[in-house]
């Protein structure tokens, strides 16, 4: 059974080129990789908090938190 | 021909973590991944600054610099 990868952005710059170099990047044999826009998914933001996301770009393997770089707070994101 | 991604780390428990979910997904059929241990291999220091990593653990790929989680910060392991 493939691993789930949520990757979560907000299409800022940091973000997608995050996304461009690694969210693509992780191995499709091995991970299930879904994009979120937490900008456009607002109703998303509960489940990224809850997995420990606290700032995009972030990437949640196996429901740990990976921050990548700094684009943009979760709170930013809430208003 | 593979893109190459240097993955930086000092062996810290938040280093460790992320090489073990992140360092090892990167697709094997597109990425060349390279593991270096700064606080071993601290002549590769210069390396990883010029690429722009500020802090352990991160991952470069083609060159650009993705820090992921906080474990330490380049200077500290200068000392």
Same mark, same amino acid.
């Given at each position: 059974?493939?691993?789930?990868?949520? #990757?979560?952005?907000?299409?800022?710059?940091?973000?997608?080129?995050?996304?461009?170099?690694?969210?693509?990047?992780?191995?499709? @044999?091995?991970? @299930?990789?879904?994009?979120?826009?937490?900008?456009?998914?607002? @109703?998303?933001?509960?489940?990224?908090?809850?997995?420990?996301?606290?700032?995009?770009?972030?990437?949640?393997?196996?429901?740990?938190?990976?921050?990548?770089? #700094?684009?943009?707070?979760?709170? @930013?994101?809430?208003?």
């Amino acid at each position: 059974m493939k691993t789930k990868a949520i #990757f979560y952005h907000a299409g800022c710059p940091v973000c997608l080129e995050a996304e461009s170099e690694l969210a693509t990047a992780l191995n499709p @044999d091995h991970y @299930d990789t879904e994009i979120v826009h937490l900008g456009n998914e607002k @109703d998303k933001l509960p489940e990224a908090e809850q997995s420990g996301v606290q700032s995009v770009p972030a990437l949640v393997i196996n429901g740990k938190p990976y921050h990548i770089n #700094f684009g943009a707070s979760l709170a @930013d994101l809430k208003g």
